[in-house]
Every structure is written in structure tokens, then in C-alpha cells.
């Protein structure tokens, strides 16, 4: 069983231990390590597993395969044999924002517990962010404002954190290690953590969403925490001068430029809708008439496509006629609409004999079909002759 220097002193960045197994890795490039001691956390309980340098090569990934910790290091395996002496040098940054964020979980699970009811049934430590799953909630805003504040408090206490090993005959390695916060927590945990709440720094709540049955929580620990409040901070100043008012009052003056963004988009609706009923009365005026039905053909190449989405939905309103339109900015996009209610002219049907002149894709039924291609100067050959087709079906 390798000795876990981890939990005798979670400070520990550098160690000396012997190499008892090497053995070939899944991992291209790599070989494991099996040694009689380590500072190097194995993946666990939701904490990733440390990285670092283990004499001169990269330690990439740490798991624990029955009692015994394997170091997978990129290395072809040269200078690398059972009984040979060997340092480690932990990744430290990485090992502090684990512990920092571990402790954090202990603190907010704890606080959920007494406060809520609310048990943890999940935890996650990924690289951005931090998670745990709670079989209650989701939860108010203002009781989950309750909660930081209590687990804030106690992080600021600075309560020593204290761990020991307890055995269990059911257990694997025959040990248990309970982890306590006096007067908040003890739970069985393998992972590393400060040596008191303060190391924490920070706890902040992000976000709480209704997940199987309770509520995941997002949340961030110590300098995650002040990494994020400083993004959220630059952010906030660059968009409240770029609004020419102080952050403060960033939340109303963008409630006021939404309104007003909802007021011209209105306006601009109907801007469009008036426009696209003169544009329809307008080609319909000029269309020719085949056996009492109005064809209008329209290709236009400065018209864009929402122009096109407009015009298309006032034909839609326009009694016994056809209409095939096209616009090609800045790609050929066409409506095709009969409203004649005639069995004999489909716009779905015509459409896939002429829609090779854009090399494109489009579909519908007899009364409408629209679609689009990558060839704009075929786009008016194709409108000819699907134009050409209906004069004939209605000769």
C-alpha cells in the first residue's frame, strides 16, 4: 500500500520516495509509476488528482488502482526503474485551488445540512468551475444569500480543520479518514484541504438550478472567486462607460436601453410591414396577367433576406396570385407562393426541377416552397423558368 504523504501534510510540495513498479501506460507517451510513497493526489471523491514533475518528467495523472497510487508520467520509460530514487515536486497552484475549493464544498454542504435540510449527493471540481447536488431545491435567492453569508463566516473564523483515520473492516484499505470543522462538520473524506477554514479565502454562490429531483449548485472558492470578480468588475466598469454611467447604475441603465431597443424594433416592424405592402402592391401592378392570375417575379440583388421575409409574408395576404421572389445578398434565398388554390400548380413540385440553377437546397408544398443556394447568378434563370412553367399550367 503506498504511503500517502498528502495526508500526513497537504503543504508538502516536494518529496523523495522509490520507485517499487514501472509498467506501460493506455496513455501515448507515458509509463506508470508505482511508488512506496507520494505527495501526489489521486483522483477521488470528485477532486481531480494532482500533476507536478517526478525527477525531471511530467506527472500528467494520479489514480488509485486497489491500495496502491500510479503516477502516469510522459516518458518512453527511459532512466526509469524499480528501485531507483526519485523526487516530486507538486504543481502547487494547482494542489492550493483544489484544497481551497474542497474545504469550500465541506463549508457550503454543511452549512446546506443544517440550514436546509439539504444534503449533498454530488460534487464536481472541474477546471472552471465547482458544482455539488443537493436533494432539495431548487432555493430563493434570499436563503441562498443566507447560506454564503453563514459559510463565509465561518471561513472567516479561521477554524482549524482537523483529520484523522478511523478503521473499517468493510473498507478496502481497511481505513477511513474523517475530516472536522468543529461545531459545523464531520464527514469521511480522502481529500486534501487547508489547515484552517481561512485558507478558503472567499466562498461565492453562482448559480442553482433545478437537477434531478433537488438543485445543482455552482460555486467558486478562493482566488476562483476573486479571479471571477475581477473579470465581473472589468466587465461591469467597461459596459457602464460605455452607457456613460457609474457601474452602480449599470442594471437600470441597460433596463432603460432594452425598453428602448423594444420601442425600435416596433417601430421597425412596422417600418418593414408598411414598406412590403407598397413593394406588393407596387409588382403586382406591374405582374402580367395569365388566365386571370397576377404572376409576379421579383430577383433582386440589393433587397437582404429579411427585406424578402417581409415582402413574402404580405403576398401571403394577397388573394389569387403567384409570386416568386428572390434576393441574392448575399446568397441566392427565394420564396415561392400560390395563392390560387389551382391542383395544377405547385410550387414544391416546379421548384425541384429548376433549383439546380443555384446548386442549392429548398422544399415545401404546392402553395409555398422556399430555400436557398450558393450560385446568385443562377437565381434569376431559375425564377424564369419556374415563371415560364406556371404560364404554361395556366394557359
Not at 508538502?12 to 501526489?40: H, N, W, Y
Not at 421579383?298 to 429579411?306: N, Q, R
Amino acid at each position: 500500500m503506498t504511503k500517502k504523504l498528502y495526508w500526513e501534510n497537504p503543504y508538502q510540495k516536494e518529496f523523495q520516495a522509490c520507485i517499487e513498479k514501472v509498467r506501460p501506460s493506455k496513455r501515448a507517451g507515458s509509463m506508470e509509476l508505482l511508488l512506496d510513497q507520494t505527495g501526489f493526489y489521486p483522483e477521488g471523491g470528485g477532486q481531480p488528482s494532482d500533476q507536478g514533475i517526478l525527477s525531471g518528467h511530467r506527472v500528467t495523472y494520479v489514480y488509485l488502482e486497489d491500495a496502491s497510487i500510479w503516477h502516469v508520467v510522459t516518458t518512453s520509460g527511459e532512466g526509469l526503474r524499480a528501485g531507483d530514487q526519485v523526487t516530486g515536486v507538486l504543481d502547487w497552484p494547482r494542489r492550493f485551488d483544489h484544497m481551497q475549493q474542497h474545504l469550500g464544498q465541506h463549508i457550503l454542504s454543511a452549512v446546506f445540512d443544517d440550514s436546509l435540510d439539504a444534503r449533498t449527493v454530488g460534487f464536481h471540481l472541474g477546471e472552471q468551475n465547482v458544482t455539488i447536488d443537493l436533494d432539495k431545491g431548487p432555493f430563493t435567492q434570499s436563503e441562498l444569500d443566507r447560506v454564503e453569508e453563514i459559510a463565509n463566516t465561518i471561513v472567516f473564523d479561521n477554524l482549524e480543520v482537523l483529520s484523522s483515520l478511523a478503521s473499517d473492516e468493510g473498507c478496502q484499505t481497511n481505513e477511513i479518514r474523517l475530516v472536522t470543522i468543529p461545531d459545523h462538520d464531520l464527514c469521511a473524506c480522502s481529500g486534501t484541504h487547508p489547515k484552517a477554514t481561512g485558507a478558503v479565502g472567499l466562498i461565492k454562490i453562482l448559480k442553482s438550478e433545478a437537477y434531478k429531483g433537488g438543485c445543482r449548485l455552482t460555486f467558486l472558492c478562493g482566488k476562483r472567486a476573486l479571479a471571477a470578480y475581477q473579470h465581473l468588475h472589468l466587465q461591469s466598469q467597461q459596459a457602464a462607460a460605455s452607457l456613460s454611467v457609474g457601474w452602480p447604475e449599470l442594471s437600470e441603465a441597460v433596463k432603460g436601453l432594452l425598453q428602448d431597443n423594444k420601442q425600435l424594433a416596433k417601430e421597425n416592424k412596422d417600418m418593414y410591414q408598411q414598406w412590403s405592402a407598397l413593394k406588393r402592391d407596387h409588382l403586382l401592378a406591374e405582374a402580367p396577367v395569365i388566365g386571370g392570375v397576377p404572376i409576379v417575379m421579383m430577383c433582386d440583388d440589393a433587397m437582404e433576406y429579411k427585406s424578402l421575409t417581409f415582402l413574402a409574408n404580405s403576398f401571403r395576404q394577397a388573394p389569387h396570385c403567384i409570386a416568386l421572389l428572390g434576393v441574392t445578398n448575399p446568397s441566392p434565398r427565394f420564396v415561392l407562393l400560390n395563392n390560387t388554390n389551382l391542383p395544377s400548380v405547385s410550387m414544391n413540385e416546379m421548384l425541384k426541377e429548376s433549383i439546380h440553377h443555384i446548386e442549392g437546397k429548398g422544399g415545401g408544398n404546392a402553395a409555398s416552397a422556399q430555400g436557398g443556394g450558393s450560385r446568385p447568378e443562377g437565381l434569376a434563370p431559375m425564377l424564369r423558368e419556374i415563371r415560364d412553367a406556371v404560364i404554361e399550367k395556366l394557359k
